[in-house]
């Protein structure tokens, strides 16, 4: 079964800084989507980016960007310019065509003014 | 800009009463999904729906049942509510495999 694992439950960083949010997962899927996925307290969860396995350019999304190495099963997210705004639970997420959307457990970001 | 919407963001409940929640999403997507959100555990998929009255268990689908009688509205039941449903249950719909998931604002549902 796939699995997506954050190994990072809390991050913080500086205003205006920029923070890395790791991600790996397990599939012996060569075509799937990952996703990273961003809830601010007490709001909806939200898509940040998407990225399809079979593109080897990383997604990004103004301040936002992907490193995403396929081969070592990899997808981190890059927030630059930090802002008190991107406090939040940001998921990442794997799915596979016609399968579910797989999620893994959170990191907490806490920006620092 | 698509809009999924849930019945209640905050519900208590008593041990062994029937629960309804239901989400409806206004963007004719064709799937639909209820998820359980617990601290350390990130989203548990309870079970999805990928047409009317179509309907998959994921992973977590014991004590739970769900219903889709029309496209845009999916239905949660908990057929005798037990303290360890204690939860933040979050609805979403996505146009097909593989898109975005809209995800609804929650219902934290306690049960006493």
């Known amino acids: 079964a796939q699995t997506v694992t954050q190994s990072q439950p809390e991050m913080s960083v500086q205003e205006a800084e920029t923070v890395t949010l790791s991600c790996t997962y397990d599939?012996?899927?060569?075509?799937?989507?990952l996703f990273w996925y961003k809830q601010p307290p007490s709001r909806q969860m939200i898509l940040v980016i998407r990225?399809?396995?079979?593109?080897?350019q990383n997604a990004t999304e103004n301040r936002f960007s992907v490193n995403f190495q396929k081969a070592a099963k990899s997808f981190s997210l890059k927030i630059s310019d930090s802002q008190l705004g991107d406090a939040a639970m940001y998921f990442c997420?794997?799915?596979?065509?016609?399968?579910?959307?797989?999620f893994g457990q959170g990191t907490r970001l806490t920006i620092n003014p | 800009d698509v809009k999924v919407t849930q019945s209640s963001r905050y519900l208590v409940k008593r041990t062994g009463e029937k629960v309804f929640l239901e989400c409806v999403q206004d963007m004719d997507h064709e799937n639909m999904f209820w998820y359980r959100q617990d601290p350390g555990l990130g989203l548990r998929l309870i079970y999805f729906?990928?047409?009317?009255?179509?309907?998959e268990k994921g992973d977590i689908p014991e004590g739970y049942s769900v219903s889709r009688e029309k496209k845009e509205r999916f239905s949660l039941i908990l057929e005798s509510a037990s303290t360890n449903q204690t939860s933040m249950y979050l609805c979403a719909s996505s146009f097909t495999w593989g898109y975005t998931q809209y995800f609804g604002p929650g219902t934290r549902l306690t049960v006493l």
């Open positions: 599939t012996s899927e060569s075509d799937y989507y």
């Open positions: 990225q399809e396995a079979y593109k080897q």
């Open positions: 729906s990928y047409d009317v009255k179509m309907k």
């Open positions: 997420a794997y799915s596979s065509p016609a399968q579910k959307l797989v």
